[in-house]
């Protein structure tokens, strides 16, 4: 379901990932300026030895700092299960929460040592909502 202007809740895109909107593509940075001014929130840090309720507190704290700033959609993606928690209660509050699609494209070249090294390019495509 694609959301439209009068549907959301505020003028901000918060992009909440450890993609800086800076180096965005002017196709992906164009996509999100059509919900509002783009706002980067860098996605935390978390830990492979983080307990199920350290992500959970941590997703809790990001969800007030994202909530209190109205946003009209959140760009979320980084670590599964804090993802998932912010995720949650985002969209329990009513908030539209995206992940960007992108199409990759990989370029293989076999070496003369046997290796092979990959080249990985991801071109914009949209966004796409969680469950909205």
């Known amino acids: 379901m694609q959301w439209?202007?009068?549907?959301?809740?505020?003028d901000i895109f918060i992009n909440h990932s450890n993609h800086p909107s800076a180096f965005w593509s002017i196709e992906e940075r164009s996509a999100a300026e059509e919900y509002g001014?783009?706002?980067?929130?860098?996605?935390?840090?978390?830990?492979?030895?983080?307990?199920?309720?350290?992500?959970?507190?941590?997703?809790?704290?990001?969800?007030?700092?994202i909530i209190a700033q109205k946003p009209a959609v959140v760009l979320c993606?980084?670590?599964y299960t804090y993802t998932y928690a912010?995720?949650?209660?985002?969209?329990?509050?009513?908030?539209?929460?995206?992940?960007?699609?992108?199409?990759r494209m990989v370029e293989e070249h076999h070496e003369p040592d046997g290796s092979t090294r990959r080249i990985s390019q991801f071109r914009?495509?949209?966004?796409?909502?969680?469950?909205c």
């Not at 439209?4 to 505020?10: I, L, P």
């Not at 912010?86 to 699609?101: D, H």
């Not at 914009?124 to 469950?131: A, I, L, V």
């Open 4 to 10: 439209k202007r009068d549907e959301v809740m505020g």
């Open 124 to 131: 914009f495509t949209r966004f796409r909502c969680y469950g």
């Open 86 to 103: 912010l995720v949650k209660r985002l969209l329990e509050k009513g908030i539209c929460v995206v992940a960007a699609c992108s199409e």
């Open 37 to 65: 001014r783009i706002v980067d929130m860098t996605f935390p840090a978390v830990p492979p030895s983080a307990t199920e309720l350290e992500v959970y507190e941590l997703a809790e704290a990001n969800a007030a700092r």
């Open 77 to 79: 993606q980084g670590e």
